[in-house]
């Protein structure tokens, strides 16, 4: 198995006291799919097979993370594997799930430090409403901090959890029917947006087309854009 741009762009970025922790989790989630093949059977859990069960603990045990974290992970990853499977092989499941669990934690770790920053103030960053003038002049307080300090930046409207849950919201029509929020445009548009707001600084070259590999556009996802867009909001919703 080919390795990952995740792998190689943790290992230099700067806050690389996280790599340990986040490279075993790769191996997890390649280990995760793994073992999902092997048993290639959308009603049975990894806990479930003693062949699965011994290569899955033992890697989860090095991941930093509670029991209950494991937990919610590996189940997760195993949803996700099933809501993938027959799409494509081992390293393109890889890139796409690392790809989004990769946002996710630039968007948890922008939060925390937002809300750090903000705590003086009783504020949350994932409640900022960037469509006012004291809103976004706040969420500029906290870009420059950010882009200083971890090098990226993400708007509260941009978080990971903000696009799940919209993804798995619907709308409903003037006629009286629902359809799903297309959100594919937004991922996209925000995970180029994660990659610009480093231009200028010294995580540049770490993020230069660091989601090159996850491809919303891909017939992989779907034949049609309602399916690319409804797989993708499913998956999501795994790992959120």
Known sequence: MKRSRYDEKFKNWRTSKSYKSISQLFTYVATIWLNHTQTHATDIHPQHTESAK??????????????????LLQQALWNIANTLRGKMNADEFRDYILGFIFYKYLSEKIALFGDDILKADNLKFKELDETTAEGAQIIDVVRDASVKQLGYFLKPTEL???????????????????TQNYILTDLEKILRNIEQSTLGTESQDDFINLFEDLDLTSSKLGNTEKAKNELVAKVLLHLD
């Open 54 to 71: 011994i290569p899955l603990n033992a890697t989860i045990q090095r991941v930093n993370m509670s029991e209950e974290q494991r937990r």
């Open 160 to 178: 990971f959890a903000t696009i799940a849950q919209k993804g798995n919201s619907k709308i409903e029509g003037k006629d009286g029917t629902a």
